[in-house]
Nanobody, 127 residues
Framework: QLQFVESGGGLVQPGGSLRLSCVAS????????IGWFRQAPGKEREGVSC????????DYVDSVKGRFTISRDNAKKTVYLQMNSLKPEDTAVYYC????????????????????WGQGTQVTVSS
């Protein structure tokens, strides 16, 4: 059974850091692009970052460039999102998701390209 387990969220002060983890199971994770998305109250879900199966293609939404870093460890079936210099506007539920196409060379962050989603982890940035 395909499954994601996200962890690492929490409450942090502005300027602080968190590292989110997404552990996958039930499929050959190293064949697929993985994406991180977030959804704030009253807003649409947006793509934050993505990483191709090989790790060679990485992308970020402009608002997090230079602050967030995505990485993956295929041996551990885990994708990470290191978040530094956090801002109140980063507050949201963060989700990881798997893209629907294997071995896609370039990752994308459009939600309709992703077919399975984790349960989400809350990130709150507040003083």
């Amino acid at each position: 059974q395909l499954q994601f387990v996200e962890s690492g969220g929490g409450l942090v002060q502005p300027g602080g850091s968190l590292r989110l983890s997404c552990v996958a199971s039930g499929f050959t994770v190293d064949h697929y692009t993985i994406g991180w998305f977030r959804q704030a109250p009253g807003k649409e879900r947006e793509g934050v970052s993505c990483i191709s199966n090989s790790g060679y293609s990485i992308d970020y939404v402009d608002s997090v460039k230079g602050r967030f870093t995505i990485s993956r460890d295929n041996a551990k079936k885990t994708v990470y999102l290191q978040m530094n210099s956090l801002k109140p506007e980063d507050t949201a539920v963060y989700y990881c998701a798997v893209a629907g196409v294997q071995f896609r060379p370039m990752c994308v962050m459009t939600t309709h390209d992703y077919i399975y989603w984790g349960q989400g982890t809350q990130v709150t940035v507040s003083s």
